[in-house]
């Protein structure tokens, strides 16, 4: 299971950050699970005024995190899933996804939440999506993580890491 060994760290009080999350629109089952993740989340950590957008596929996640890292949201939690097929598109779509949302989050100082599933089949990105019944909760931890590195960025920025 890809969840042995994560962090415990618990939600922080993220009320005055500006997020946003931006959620991909292919698989909808999954893509209600990983939202709902993300929600709980932004929920459990005090966010007071989230904004979601939804883009076509996974290859539009880099672009909208940029935008929205440009226009101030000190967190950006990217949400997407491709499912491996007969051809390489799986390849080009996880790889430029992937190296996007990277660069965006050096290239802005956004904190950038990885919430990307990269799945061989539909019942593996269900099992991560934190639906019922699921081992994962993907959005959640995409969330969380997001949340902690944009904490800790803030603090770094104003003279002190602890």
């Known amino acids: 299971m890809s969840g042995e060994g994560s962090p415990d760290a618990g939600p ?51 672009v909208v995190a940029a935008a929205l890292a440009e226009k101030g949201y000190e967190a950006v939690v990217a949400l997407g899933v491709v499912i ?4 390489p598109h799986f390849e080009y779509v996880c790889s430029a996804a992937t190296d996007g949302l990277n660069r965006v989050s050096l290239d802005t100082g956004a904190a950038v939440g990885f919430g990307l599933l990269t799945c061989d089949t539909e019942e593996q990105a269900l099992d991560r999506a934190g639906l019922d019944g699921s081992s ?6 995409a969330t969380s993580a997001a949340l902690h590195t944009a904490s800790l960025l803030r603090r770094i920025r104003r003279g002190y890491a602890t």
């Open 136 to 141: 994962e909760d993907k959005g959640y931890e």
């Open 84 to 87: 491996r097929g007969g051809t």
């Open 12 to 62: 922080i009080d993220c009320h005055d950050l500006r997020v946003a999350v931006v959620a991909a629109s292919w698989h909808e089952p999954v893509m209600d699970g990983l939202i709902a993740g993300a929600q709980r989340a932004l929920a459990d950590y005090q966010v007071e005024a989230p904004t979601t957008v939804r883009v076509p596929g996974s290859f539009e996640l880099p």
